[in-house]
């Protein structure tokens, strides 16, 4: 009882073939770039979309009174300054301080002041910012004393309105 067996038609692929379509470091040296030119395309659309990051930005009392077309007195103004980094007096350029100031004031003319005076305010801040040693910026109970000393400052260089307060919105030591 002999039987035989018959033979394959055709011969098996082996494992170790590479698989039809794109080689991989084509892939790579291909989808990286893209995929970071789309992740980017993405971020500033989605800026345009939720408004401008980079613009000082009016409180929402203001909008809501320039809806209603109100006689109510002008509501208080805001002006942000946006990611200053300065180095804290002593560190030598070993550690920074990343933050962002918001101040409100009485007027639409004293944010337009503001506004048109962005390299003196930031001047001052920076003035101010490095002339204090880590010990001082990290000290929460100190802020207060650094912002009645940043209001005092900055008060000087606004001629059209009133200074109310000084807002950290971020305030990172690294």
Request: proline residues 7%; charged residues 20%.
């Amino acid at each position: 009882m002999n039987k035989e067996i018959p033979a394959p038609t055709a011969a098996p692929q082996s494992q170790n073939a590479p698989a039809p379509g794109i080689p991989l470091k084509k892939l790579i040296a291909i989808g990286i770039p893209v995929f970071i030119a789309q992740f980017v395309a993405i971020y500033f659309i989605a800026g345009k979309m939720m408004g401008n990051p980079s613009s000082s930005a009016a409180p929402l009392a203001t909008a809501k009174a320039a809806e209603q077309h109100s006689a109510a007195p002008e509501a208080d103004q805001l002006y942000v300054v946006k990611d200053l980094i300065v180095n804290p007096a002593g560190t030598n350029g070993t550690r920074f301080l990343l933050t962002t100031i918001g101040f409100e004031v009485t007027t639409a003319e004293a944010r337009q002041e503001l506004e048109t005076k962005d390299v003196q305010l930031r001047d001052v801040l920076n003035s101010i910012l490095t002339s204090k040693a880590l010990p001082e910026l990290v000290n929460v109970d100190q802020r207060p004393k650094l912002r009645d000393e940043i209001m005092e400052k900055v008060s000087a260089l606004v001629k059209t309105g009133t200074m109310k307060n000084v807002y950290f919105s971020k305030f990172i030591i690294q």
